[in-house]
């Protein structure tokens, strides 16, 4: 059986830190579909997963190193 890896929720501030993107670029990416859309914990409280994002991040790395090549 394989090993499922923690999930852990992370919060925009983190978000923005790791992806390097501003606040209103990250809410245009979700409306387009191109951002893993966040988790609603309670009214008014989201947070992203974790692993969502750091996908995107590698998505990203391995887009440009194609383009690059």
Do not use: C, N
Not at 8 to 33: A, N, P
Not at 37 to 45: D, F, I, R, S, Y
């Amino acid at each position: 059986m394989a090993t499922q890896e923690p999930r852990r929720f992370i919060r925009i501030k983190e978000v923005l830190s790791i992806t390097s993107l501003s606040q209103s670029e990250l809410y245009r990416r979700i409306k387009t579909g191109t951002f893993p859309t966040q988790v609603k914990l309670a009214p008014g409280h989201s947070a992203w997963v974790q692993s969502e994002v750091d996908s995107w991040v590698t998505e990203r790395i391995a887009e440009s190193r194609i383009e690059a090549a």
